[in-house]
Nanobody, 117 residues
Framework: QVQLVESGGGLVQAGGSLRLSCAASGTGFIFSFNAIDWYRQAPGKQRELVAEVTPGHTTTYADSVKGRFSISRDDAKNLVYLHMNSLTPEDTAVYFC?????????WGQGTQVTVSS
């Protein structure tokens, strides 16, 4: 079993920044061995992949956030971050942390990000 807990969401004006955090834990779970993703889901829309960081710290991003968002991980603290800059109202969504561990998907409870115009 793996537990993921997101934090850092909130209300921000367009053009602002937020940093989301995801804390991972679990018996026998080795954080540094796993790729970690951030997804988001806006009202009435499907959940979409925003960014991923691999165990080797390679990162990938959705086209919609490239150049504005940055994902990073701290393996010593079992944390993954999503740094979000130049936010727009289109970034408003619930943001979820996700990983796949032994062929099972684990999700956090999500954190709401609201960007006002």
């Amino acid at each position: 079993q793996v537990q993921l807990v997101e934090s850092g969401g909130g209300l921000v004006q367009a053009g602002g920044s937020l940093r989301l955090s995801c804390a991972a834990s679990g018996t026998g779970f080795i954080f540094s061995f796993n790729a970690i993703d951030w997804y988001r889901q806006a009202p009435g829309k499907q959940r979409e992949l925003v960014a991923e960081v691999t165990p080797g710290h390679t990162t990938t991003y959705a086209d919609s956030v490239k150049g504005r968002f940055s994902i990073s991980r701290d393996d010593a603290k079992n944390l993954v971050y999503l740094h979000m800059n130049s936010l727009t109202p289109e970034d408003t969504a619930v943001y979820f942390c996700h990983l796949n561990y032994f062929l099972r998907d684990y999700w956090g409870q999500g954190t709401q990000v609201t960007v006002s115009s």
